[in-house]
């Protein structure tokens, strides 16, 4: 262990307690100011928004049954890191991130803690690649969805895992030495490295600048599930007629358009075929009624999508997406509660 009166080890021939000792002992107090606000805000998310985020987790798991119950438990911690960052809480769009911000930011004494904390706001979830191990502690990465080289700390408790050619999966953010993650991590070793770039290019962006977080559970699903969901297509079932026919596979068309999820895809087939066996319906356009059902699906699934974006999407008004979309709904829930 260096002394204080030892010569500093960067080689500027003064003592260390006359040349970088301070410093050191500066960073030493913001990496512990900043783990510390770390587990506040995931303490207040947990517990002023349990509820929300409770409610969140369980309708995600809801079209991920098949997710391996092993990993169960590390999928809801990392919905919930990105619930955090990326679900708005409030009407005015803050997250549960920014509110936890703004409580804090004011009382926190030293500058540099607060700089960090406020780059937070842009954490992403990332699937990174280790290059190469640069010490004992850190190590340099490539993140698979952006391309970009990152120098960060290897995460507690994987260091058995980490090596040239593995993976992390987490949410890397700004820490005072070097990257570090928030929530937790998941490391896998290099023989899965293939498996996870071929999941990441098929997952491919569909007009959205960032689908990677936008999409992040559908993709986390596909990551750690062990077997790719066997989805029915519309030949599958017996429909009614072959205009509800029609629109079950115009529907699937479009979910597919979107990666959505093969979980996704089974759910809507099902509500559709449950909706078209309830109730008796006459269909001039088909692609009215798969729009119609894909915003209906909301209710049933952890989806976001406007009337105006799956108008343009199926070339529908969206007034008659809200009006048959209310009819679904209406009956779904109907039946559902018999």
Known sequence: MLKRN???????????????????ESKAIVTQELHQLETEMLYTAFTRYQKELTNWVQSYHHVYPDVEENVTETLSSMLLVWLIFHRPIQENGQTIYDTFLETKIR????????????TWKETKPAVLEVLALTNETECESRNLFTGETVTHLIPSEHNETVE??????????????SMTFIGPVISNRPVKTAEIKQKID??????????????????????LAENEAVVKSADDFQWSSEQVKETATILLEGLKK????????????????A???????????????AAAMEYALQ?????????????????????TISTRSIEITNELRATESV
């Open 107 to 118: 009382k926190i004494k030293r500058p540099q803690t607060a700089n960090i904390i406020e």
């Open 202 to 223: 098929a997952f491919q962006s569909n007009g959205s600048d960032d689908p990677f977080t936008a999409k992040w559970p559908q993709l986390l699903s596909s990551l």
């Open 258 to 273: 979107d990666q959505h999820s093969p979980e996704i895809e089974q759910l809507a087939l099902e509500k559709w075929y």
């Open 275 to 289: 909706f078209t066996t309830a109730k008796k319906v006459t269909i001039r356009k088909p692609e009215a009624f």
């Open 299 to 319: 209710e049933f699934a952890p989806l976001s999508v406007t009337q105006k974006a799956l108008a343009e999407k199926y070339n529908v008004s969206a007034s």
């Open 6 to 24: 030892d010569p500093c080890l960067c080689g500027s021939g003064k003592k260390y307690k006359k040349c970088c000792m301070q410093k050191n």
């Open 164 to 177: 040239p050619g593995s993976t992390i999966i987490g949410f890397p953010a700004k820490g005072e030495i």
